[in-house]
């Protein structure tokens, strides 16, 4: 068995037990995204005018909080890390330097709604065809996710720590 087939089994096997519903689910949703949005390279060329679809529409980042940094930390840890790490790429993709790629609103409305976002958004439905994976809802609070967007702030690509 090869990287990516055993990969893959992964993929489906984390997407089983997160309650993503399988491999089907995954057909289901690519083949109702919807066709008259922007490709996903013209999509990720305009990603700063994304904001997601979900409750978030604005965002203050101020200086960063360390204690919204430590409880997001341990949300992340608990709750993503099947499928993210902060550095390297497992079934979805590596966090470090999210922020240089999309908006903290984008961000959140992915974590809080990513069924819907799988269905319209088209960074997510291009993230679909890539990873071939649904990302889980893990139906966390506005608050929390908010601090897991303060996390994802510390990360610096030149600090794998």
């Known amino acids: 068995m090869n990287l990516k087939n055993t990969t893959f089994l992964i993929a489906l096997a984390l997407l089983f037990s997160c309650g993503g519903g399988g491999q089907s689910q995954v057909d289901q949703i690519k083949s109702q995204s919807v066709k008259e949005k922007p ?6 060329k305009d990603w700063r005018n994304n904001y997601g679809i979900g409750p978030i529409t604005s965002v203050e980042l101020g200086e960063i909080d360390q204690a919204m940094v430590d409880e997001g930390f341990d949300v992340f840890d608990l709750k993503c890390t099947a499928c993210h790490s902060p550095y390297k790429e497992k079934v979805g993709p590596a966090m ?18 990513p069924m819907e976002m799988a269905k319209t958004d088209p960074i997510c439905v291009g993230l679909l065809a890539q990873y071939n994976t649904v990302m889980a809802d893990q139906r966390l609070s506005e608050d929390q996710v908010r601090k897991i967007l303060e996390y994802f702030r510390t990360l610096k690509l030149d600090n794998p720590s």
């Open 39 to 44: 490709t996903f390279e013209e999509a990720v």
């Open 96 to 113: 470090v330097g999210i922020l240089d790629r999309r908006r903290p609103e984008w961000i959140m409305n992915m974590i809080l709604n």
